[in-house]
């Protein structure tokens, strides 16, 4: 496994750059993936010398972007798996570039109804093109030069370093302003204290609690990997980022991170460290008596009537979000079939009428799309994501391999969040998903490559056997 993908069938591509160079180049997509968390802090999201666009983290893509263009064909596939994997890669993005090519006239109402949406078309495009397409260069970028197992646990590390800063960063904030907590444990979690968390998490971090949430949901069970095959050095971090997460108050989150780890736990068959993981837990929530994520997980559905309905477990998503909006679309031919482009929520007609909340996303990752794109490539997606998942499970049972089935958990993790969250195009809370789904492909390419490798030594000993 320590072997780098130089070769299967046929001479990977590369142009002549200094060594130095392309050293460089690895610590500058490192750099940049490990900022990702914090983007949209302070003092990363001033425009420098007041040109717009100019921010350090879009600088920072775009070297990394010029890197990836200038030492090695991106396209350029050298086995089988490595080509299949890009002709999805490029589908995907034509159906997202697609999507944002129809947005593109909406953009004043979007900016009228969204107001961190750009009114110019041109600075639409920069913020709703350029900076989502971004996210995606990690995907090229591991594919083409993370290609051998030391090179995948260091960005494994990296993005493990990241989240453990933003873990200490975030339990800092809260600690610096208890009344966040403090008034969701006096009686539950009110829609204040949501807001109140939310203000506080966009302040300091640029993002909403969800945006942060997701970020956990795929990096912790890293974390637990790093936990499980590197000593007690990453229990700390971990128990870190757990904590982090009952501090925030989404629910997703702690679902998606719970789920995910059970899930690599029972994968690796690590019953004792499970049970012990669901004893403190518990412990935990007596102790703390159950912080004001976990109160709010239990007391969802539950109020002053007697009647549990999708609704009220779903805070009111299904009657003023879903419901209405899919009425809307398919009372429309045009938009049943094509959807409305990028952002299609912002486009609906029941806007400023009551019957919709006045959200900027649908809060469910396929019924977005569906508004997007419309149902005829929901459709497709939805065959991708149930072949995709089939076939990674497949793989992994395969490969057996510690770091494989952490990832996994990682994407287990992302599916879950997709349910309330999350989005299938790429945003700032899918951002993980590029590196780890091509970390997979790298994994598993590995072991491909070992096979192939190992082939003339098979054949030479059955012609052995043969000739005796």
């Known amino acids: 496994m320590t072997a780098s993908l130089t070769h299967n069938g046929r001479e990977p591509y590369h142009l002549t750059l200094p060594h130095s160079v392309a050293q460089a180049g690895t610590v500058f997509f490192l750099l940049f993936v490990f900022m990702w968390p914090f983007q949209g802090a302070l003092f990363l999201t001033d425009n420098l010398f007041d040109i717009q666009g100019f921010k350090p983290f879009n600088l920072l893509s775009a070297v990394v972007l010029a890197y990836l263009m200038f ?93 453990l800063l933003l873990s200490i960063a975030f339990i800092a904030v809260v600690l610096m302003n208890p009344s966040v907590l403090l008034s969701g444990h006096a009686g539950g979690m009110t829609d204040s204290d949501r807001d109140e968390m939310a203000l506080l998490c966009i302040v300091y971090f640029g993002n909403h609690y969800n945006v942060i949430g997701t970020m956990f949901i795929s ?56 049970v012990f993981g669901a004893v403190a837990a518990g412990v935990a929530s007596l102790v703390w008596g159950g912080g004001p994520t976990v109160e709010a997980l239990l007391s969802i559905g539950f109020g002053s009537g007697s009647v549990v309905s999708a609704d009220a477990l779903l805070t009111g998503r299904v009657e003023y979000i879903w419901r209405p909006l899919l009425e809307e679309w398919t009372s429309d031919i045009g938009l049943f079939l094509f959807g409305a ?25 396929i019924i977005e ?100």
Not at 455 to 462: D, F
Request: charged share 15%; aromatic share 12%; glycine share 6%.
């Open 71 to 163: 030492d090695t064909a991106p396209l350029h596939a050298t086995d089988k798996i490595e080509r299949r994997s890009i002709r999805i890669f490029l589908l995907y993005f034509a159906t997202f570039a697609i999507a944002l090519i129809r947005s593109v006239p909406n953009a004043p109402l979007l900016h009228s109804r969204f107001p961190g949406v750009p009114g110019s078309y041109v600075d639409f495009v920069l913020s709703a093109c350029i900076v989502p397409a971004f996210y995606t260069l990690s995907f090229l970028f591991i594919l083409r030069r993370m290609c051998s197992f030391r090179e995948l646990e260091r960005i494994t590390t990296v993005i493990c370093l990241s989240i």
């Open 219 to 274: 990096t912790v069970p890293l974390l637990l990997y790093r936990a499980l095959t590197r000593g007690a050095l990453w229990i700390a971090p971990l128990c870190l980022s757990l904590l982090a997460v009952l501090l925030l108050y989404s629910r997703t989150a702690l679902v998606a991170v719970a789920a995910s780890c059970f899930l690599f736990l029972i994968l690796r068959r690590r019953f004792g460290i499970l």
């Open 369 to 468: 799309f569906f508004l997007d794109c419309g149902v005829i490539l929901t459709g497709v997606a939805l065959m991708f994501l149930m072949a995709g998942t089939v076939t990674a499970w497949r793989v992994g049972r395969r490969l057996n391999s510690d770091l494989y089935w952490a990832l996994f958990a990682s994407m287990f993790g992302c599916g879950i969040s997709m349910a309330t969250m999350s989005a299938i195009f790429p945003t700032i809370e899918n951002m993980y998903a590029f590196p780890i789904i091509a970390m997979m492909i790298n994994v598993a390419r590995l072991r491909y490559l070992d096979a192939y490798r190992d082939r003339p030594k098979t054949i030479q000993k059955v012609e052995e056997i043969v000739a005796r």
């Open 341 to 365: 482009g990028r952002y299609g929520i912002g486009t609906s007609q029941l806007w400023n009428t009551g019957t919709l909340l006045e959200k900027t996303v649908a809060h469910n990752a």
